[in-house]
């Protein structure tokens, strides 16, 4: 008879009188010699005793037991049934917590759990679903049901092989429920419903050379639920500082969505000035000694802020760079990199980590400034 690496044996006897091994004590073969007749054994128990077939030692192929090398594809059953069975728990986790049946503030809900898994905070990990590695009583179910046809019979596995199905069942439910814990999380963050990792373009980690979401400690407004939020943010690649302040170039797409993000604010400032009772012949002169016009004329930003610095010659234009970058208002606006997820709105498309060092971005206004000497 020949052995296999990977094949399972029960050991019948041994001569060597110093061994702790027992008969029908079980092990996988690691290498067989057919001219010496030497079975060199990884025990179950720890130890690597070689047995001397030709000696009179004896062992017996374990009833059902596979190769290693087949078992794995047993594993990989059970790792794959324990990620089904751990997205649908996650799942029933976020309709409770994020979704319909949640109560409260779902936003602060996902960026605290969020939070709680980058600092491996112990509260919000007990809090998620979790397989019970030390629970016994599912193991043969579960084997039964998702083991390949050809797989050994359940009653034929070691102790060692049955632990080995619940904790792939159980890598694989953490593993997945996890994943989509985290997922729906960023879903309820993004404004757009993305569920992409954004982690890249964080404020704290947004380096010169790249992207990066802009606003300024202007752009915050409260929402109707009375939140204090972002109204728009802007996709853009951060190229320099000024007095500590972000200078980035954007898109056309996001530049555009800049001039129109001053006006919004234009108008909005007009309204607050009628109601305040400001005469309807007073309202424009009121609103351009605040904001600035902007327009694009062809491929170039007009920034007209002659009243609001008193200066007729305060008249700016923005051409794109010879790659169709815009740099608006860079060195004038207090621009800061945000936090992708107090946006309700971002202009222009974030760049995954892979492309990011060809990512470019944009932002937006107010505080007027000279520009550096």
Do not use: K
């Not at 690496?5 to 092990?27: F, K």
């Not at 073969?29 to 128990?45: F, G, H, I, K, M």
């Not at 001053?262 to 605040?290: F, M, T, W, Y």
Request: proline content about 7%.
């Amino acid at each position: 008879m020949t052995y296999q690496p990977g094949d399972r044996v029960a050991l019948e006897h041994t001569a060597d009188p110093h061994t702790l091994l027992r008969p029908g004590d079980g092990g996988t073969v690691r290498r067989y010699d057919p001219q010496t007749r030497v079975l060199d054994v990884a025990w179950d128990n720890g130890s690597r005793l070689s047995l001397l077939l030709g000696e009179g030692d004896r062992v017996r192929p374990l009833a059902g037991a596979w190769p290693d090398r087949d078992w794995e594809r047993v594993l990989d059953a059970l790792r794959c049934a324990g990620e089904t069975a751990g997205r649908d728990a996650a799942t029933r986790w976020a309709q409770h917590i994020l979704g319909g049946r949640a109560d409260g503030d779902m936003a602060a809900t996902a960026r605290h759990v969020l939070a709680g898994l980058d600092d491996i905070d112990p509260p919000i990990l007990d809090g998620l679903p979790t397989a019970d590695r030390y629970f016994l009583a599912d193991d043969s179910d579960r084997y039964a049901e998702h083991a390949p046809p050809d797989a050994p019979a359940w009653e034929t596995l070691t102790a060692r092989r049955c632990d080995q199905t619940r904790w792939a069942w159980c890598d694989g439910y953490d593993a997945a429920a996890h994943a989509e814990v985290v997922r729906r999380c960023r879903m309820v963050l993004h404004p757009d419903g993305d569920d992409r990792d954004l982690s890249h373009v964080y404020p704290d980690r947004v380096r010169l050379g790249g992207p990066g979401v802009f606003a300024g400690d202007w752009a915050w407004a409260p929402n109707d639920a009375g939140d204090m939020r972002i109204p728009v943010g802007f996709v853009g690649t951060l190229i320099d500082t000024w007095n500590g302040w972000a200078v980035f170039c954007c898109a056309r797409d996001v530049a555009e969505a800049i001039v129109a993000d001053q006006q919004n604010h234009r108008d909005r400032l007009r309204r607050h000035l009628a109601a305040e009772g400001i005469p309807e012949a007073d309202l424009d002169r009121r609103v351009d000694e605040s904001l600035g016009r902007m327009w694009f004329d062809g491929d170039v930003i007009v920034v007209d802020d002659t009243r609001v610095q008193n200066d007729p010659d305060a008249i700016d234009h923005i051409p794109p760079t010879f790659d169709g970058q815009y740099v608006v208002m860079g060195w004038c606006w207090t621009w800061i990199a945000v936090h992708p997820y107090d946006c309700d709105r971002i202009a222009g498309t974030i760049p995954d980590p892979a492309t990011a060092n060809t990512s470019s971005g944009s932002s937006r206004r107010h505080h007027p400034g000279p520009e550096p000497t």
